[in-house]
């Protein structure tokens, strides 16, 4: 399987663990379902993955480390979900990332400078987050680099 796109089909439930072992995967595209959870530790083992959209559901916790070892990944959509936490700096790593989008989660703290020198030398050329907004707990996300900055 080349690619699984299934966007806007009220798909709701987890990701199941079986999608890693789909080692041919290139285009991941469930966009605007009704997906929940955590993402699953298997991103890692979709060595070919070029682009992943999860944006527009509702998965939580962190972003996963193991992305940055994704290293085909051009396009990380991982907009308007309830991610919390940092910003991972292994994102800074992906080679060939061009598009990251963040914004619409529940994200704070600085974001990594090893993002913003991707963003600099002009390899990351879409980055963009919830830029220096405070939630009702306090809670905030500074980014100097984003290409575009949304409010909360």
Not at 52 to 68: A, C, E, Q, R
């Amino acid at each position: 399987i080349y690619g699984l796109s299934l966007p806007s089909n009220n798909i709701g439930g987890v990701i199941p663990d079986d999608v890693g072992a789909l080692q041919t995967l290139v285009d991941l595209d469930l966009r605007d379902n009704l997906l929940e959870g955590q993402l699953p530790n298997i991103i890692d083992k979709l060595e070919l993955l070029v682009s992943m959209d999860l944006s527009t559901n509702k998965f939580v916790g962190t972003i996963p480390h193991l992305l940055g070892e994704a290293t085909k990944l051009e396009v990380i959509a991982l907009q308007h979900n309830e991610f919390e936490g940092f910003v991972p700096s292994d994102l800074a790593g992906l080679p060939g990332l061009r598009t990251l989008r963040l914004e619409g989660n529940r994200l704070l703290g600085t974001v990594p400078d090893e993002i913003c020198q991707n963003v600099d030398r002009g390899i990351l050329s879409m980055f963009t987050t919830d830029c220096e907004h405070t939630d009702k707990a306090g809670m905030h996300i500074v980014c100097s680099c984003c290409t575009k900055c949304y409010p909360p």
